[in-house]
């Protein structure tokens, strides 16, 4: 299987610092299927990114998504309060599909 | 919106069996892949299985293979995960989300999830 990893672990940033949390699967992700969800303290998962660079419906436009192959970035452009939480990519393109062990964002 | 609720979490002693259902309104279910998603207790998600929407395709995860089923019933809007001889490291919360992309591709995001339902595994 695919093993994904996150890096780094905790990003501890000031408001309206930038964001940049790296995934880098052990095998190349055919297509860009990678995805990148938000997990806030309590809730649910949410789809922030799909196909790599492709906004889910309702993000807001500092989420960014990069990168192919074994190298993918997620940006936040402008960290606010509210995007505290726990980011995952997953990659969806080889069963099964598997999620990084998640990077974990502070407010300073 | 959509809006998709998971049931029939509980506590159940190793060995056990439990089913999971989950019921979507606010878009076409009949027409949507679905999947389970799992997370353990400080822990980060596995995904565990798929079903398309006429049932005819489903996938596992190995850790889950033989032991889980997954099924539905589009009539009733509704996703269910059939879980037998169950372990101390099934506890989890259990999530349902929809699953989209090029449908027979095989390769599909989790595009809205349910809150989850916590199963429990101890004696």
């Known amino acids: 299987e695919i093993v994904l990893t996150q890096s780094p672990g905790t990003l501890s940033l000031s408001p309206g610092e930038r964001a940049t949390l790296s995934c880098r699967p052990s095998q190349s992700v055919s297509s860009s299927y990678l995805a990148w969800y938000q997990q806030k303290p309590g809730q649910a998962p949410r789809l922030l990114i799909h196909g790599a660079s492709t906004r889910a419906t309702g993000i807001p436009d500092r989420f960014s998504g990069s990168g192919y192959g074994t190298d993918f970035t997620l940006t936040i452009s402008r960290l606010e309060p509210e995007d505290v939480g726990v980011y995952y990519c997953?990659?969806?393109?080889?069963?099964?599909?598997?999620f990084g062990q998640g990077t974990k964002v502070e407010i300073k | 919106q959509v809006q998709l609720v998971e049931s029939g979490g509980g506590l159940v002693k190793p060995g056990g069996s439990l089913r999971l259902s989950c019921v979507g309104s606010?878009?076409?279910?009949?027409?949507?892949?679905m999947s389970w998603i799992r997370q353990a207790p400080g822990k980060g998600l596995e995904w565990l299985s798929y079903?398309?929407?006429?049932?005819?395709?489903?996938d596992y995860a190995d850790s889950v293979k033989g032991r889980f089923s997954i099924s539905r019933d589009n009539a009733r809007n509704s996703l269910y995960l059939e879980m037998n001889s169950l372990r101390g490291d099934d506890t989890a919360i259990y999530y349902c989300a929809t699953a989209k992309g090029i449908y027979g591709s095989g390769s599909y995001y989790l595009d809205y999830w349910g809150q989850g339902v916590l199963v429990t595994v101890s004696s």
């Open positions: 606010g878009f076409s279910f009949n027409d949507y892949y």
């Open positions: 997953q990659q969806y393109g080889r069963s099964p599909w598997t």
């Open positions: 079903i398309s929407s006429g049932s005819k395709i489903t």
